[in-house]
Every structure is written in structure tokens, then in C-alpha cells.
């Protein structure tokens, strides 16, 4: 997710944005993306060829974490020591935000010595296409961090919603239980994962069903959220499915390692 959010930052908004992994080759993979995305909006008529080249020249990649932008995976330890090592390293005046989908903000502003500029910015996958950016004030977070982070959204294209830091958020609080209970049905022998999709795509005129859905998504991603609601609420209705942490113990993952619910 952190390559659609360069390529909406640097399209879009016109911003400059740096890329971190710790994988030259993956780097490489970040930006390629990118390229082609732009090169196929070009080809559509959509982005001018010179925006094209002016996007991707404000897209640099780097291993150094003195560098970076956040997007790393739903582990709360991770996400904190990131902060701590962001808030050391970057000036007293600059914002950070994480694209978390159900770490409490407050939590991971704790870790910081400027919890004030710390807030949530959650984007949907794909970024260039999702419209939505779900925007998490902390406990501690201004109001001028609010207002200067709506207005990055709205200058990317995107339209944003404000939520309590709650886990979960808006969003995922509804979404992953509502997959996670398709893991159920799925589980106990209720209905087949053809059937369970079908009966909410056609049932709810929504695009995909949501066993394909936590296949896009990643399964692993998934549990992750399911167990950070279920810990954090306290509530036996967010307990994950175990035939999900099944998957993930497989390593059966969705679509990015080729089989989750379905094999592609």
C-alpha cells in the first residue's frame, strides 16, 4: 500500500515522496509500479505525459530510515519503535502519520516526543483508485494537525471521514468482522466460498464477496486486525475465525502468494 500512496502523493498532490525498504529490488518493484501506472493513465488519456514525467521525478527510494514515509505492517511494537526513531530524526515541525487500519493512534503517538503531530491517515487499497482517507485524531493530536492533514488528503483527490481512535476506526470495525464471519460460515460448513460470495455480491450489490475480498486484502493482514479489535475490546465477537489463522499459518495468504480462499 505504500507504493499507492507515493503514487497519489506524487501525481496527485505534487509532493515530493521517498520510498524505504530494505530490499534494493523491491525498490526497484515500488517505483516500476508506479511507472506503469502512469504510463497506462497516459495511454487512457487521463495524465499528460509531462505530468507523468514530473511525478515520477519527485519519487526517490531509500534504505536509510532518516529518510522515509510510513507504511509497515499491523504490529503495534513495530509501529511504535518507528515513531520513536521518526520523531528523533525528523524536524520539530513535521508531521507523522501512519496508515495503520486499527493500531490506536494515541498509542503509537505515546512512543513520540511530539504526540500533538501524530495522527492517523488511513488509506484504502488501491490508493490510486479508493477515494477514501479516514482520518484518526489522538488523544493528544491538534487541531492544527487535523486541518493540515485533510488538506493533503483533499490536495491528493481524496475524500476524508474523521474517527475516534478506536480500533478498528470506521472501516475496519465493521469490514473485518463482517469477513470474519464469512470465515465462519465458510468454516462450520454452512455454505461453499462460491456460495458465500455470491450471496453477498448479489444479495448486497457489493463488487466482490468477502472471502475474495480477504484474499485481496491479505489473510495475514486480516488476522492481524481481528486479533488487535478482539484484545483490545475484550469482546468475544471479534475472536478470529480459526480456520483464517489456519491460512495464515499456511501461509496461504490471498492473492499475493497465489492461494488464500480461492488459488490464483
Known sequence: MGVGIAQVCAASAGVAVTLLD????????????????????????????????????????????????????????LKRELFLNLSKITPPHAILASNTSSIPITKIAAATTRPEKVIGMHFMNPVPVMSLVEIIPGLAT????????????????KITTESADVPGFIANRILMPYINEAVFVLQEGIATREDIDTTMKLGTNVPMGPLTLADF????????????????????????APLLAKHVDA?????????????Y
Open 142 to 157: 491538534s487541531s492544527e494537525t487535523v486541518s493540515i492533514t485533510k488538506s493533503l488528503a483533499k490536495s491528493m483527490g
Open 251 to 263: 501461509g496461504w495468504l490471498g492473492r499475493k502468494t497465489k492461494r488464500g480462499f480461492y488459488e
Open 22 to 77: 530494505s530490499s534494493d529490488a523491491q525498490l526497484q518493484k515500488g517505483v516500476a509500479f508506479i511507472a506503469a501506472t502512469l504510463d497506462k493513465a497516459v495511454a487512457k488519456g487521463r495524465v499528460a505525459a509531462v505530468d507523468r514525467d514530473s511525478a515520477l521525478a519527485r519519487v526517490s527510494t531509500t534504505a536509510n530510515i532518516a529518510d522515509f514515509a510510513n507504511a509497515v505492517s499491523e504490529n503495534p511494537a
Open 217 to 240: 486484502i491479505g489473510l495475514d493482514t486480516c488476522l492481524a486486525i481481528m486479533r488487535v479489535l478482539h484484545t483490545q475490546l475484550g469482546d468475544s465477537k471479534y475472536r478470529p
